[in-house]
Structure formats: structure tokens, C-alpha cells
């Protein structure tokens, strides 16, 4: 049975930093470019990162481009996302999950998502 469980959010003032965990069970990440997507209340989900099965690309939307920054171990199977900089717009459920490419990250999300971790900034 796959797992993606993710961990580190909370609630940070503006302009402070979070730091993302996504521990994969159940499914090899090495085989799988990962990603990162938000959903905030009243909002459709939105994508916020992907890197690649071996690290080599990465992909931000302009709206985080510049402070957030997604990474990989593979050899821990868990992947993460640094948040810098944080604002109030940046409040979501962040849900990590694993497709078979970037591209189909990019186009139609994962085929594995986690239950999500909840990131609340105040102003």
C-alpha cells in the first residue's frame, strides 16, 4: 500500500520559514518525479513544485519562484519543501504526491498524493 505522509507545517508569522516533509511507503520515490501542490480554503489546488527522480530539474509556478525550493533524498525515499519568506497568500493544505514524469506532474498531478499538512501564516 503506498503512503505519502507529510509533516512541518504549522503556523508561522509572515516572513518566516517552514520546512516540508514527505516520507514515502509502499512506493520507491527514485521512479517517480515528485511534487508539491496547495489547496486553500475556497481555492482550487494549485501547483507549487516538482523535481525530477534524480534531482536534475525543478519546476516553480512565479508565485513561489525565488522562496520556496523542493529537494530529494532517495536514499531516505522523502522529498521536501523549503518555504522562505512566507506570506499570509502562502496559507494552504500542502499536499505532496509522486507521478510517473514532470510533465504529467505539471499537466495532471500525481498518481499518489498524501492526506496533506496544514501551513498557516499570520500577518
Known amino acids: 500500500q503506498v503512503q505519502l505522509v507529510e509533516s512541518g507545517g504549522g503556523l508561522v508569522r509572515a516572513g518566516g520559514s517552514l520546512r516540508l516533509s514527505c516520507a514515502a511507503s509502499?512506493?520507491?520515490?527514485?521512479?517517480?518525479?515528485m511534487g508539491w501542490f496547495r489547496q486553500a480554503p475556497g481555492k482550487e489546488r494549485e501547483f507549487v513544485a516538482v523535481?525530477?527522480?534524480?534531482?536534475?530539474?525543478?519546476y516553480y509556478p512565479d508565485s513561489v519562484e525565488g522562496r520556496i525550493t523542493i529537494s530529494r533524498d532517495n536514499a531516505k525515499n522523502t522529498v521536501y519543501l523549503q518555504m522562505n519568506s512566507l506570506k499570509p497568500e502562502d496559507t494552504a493544505i500542502y499536499y505532496c504526491?509522486?507521478?510517473?514524469?514532470?510533465?504529467?506532474?505539471?499537466?495532471?498531478?500525481?498518481?499518489?498524493w498524501g492526506q496533506g499538512t496544514q501551513v498557516t501564516v499570520s500577518s
Open positions: 504526491a509522486a507521478a510517473n514524469s514532470v510533465p504529467a506532474m505539471r499537466e495532471r498531478g500525481g498518481s499518489y
Open positions: 509502499g512506493l520507491t520515490i527514485s521512479y517517480y518525479a
Open positions: 523535481i525530477s527522480w534524480n534531482g536534475g530539474t525543478t
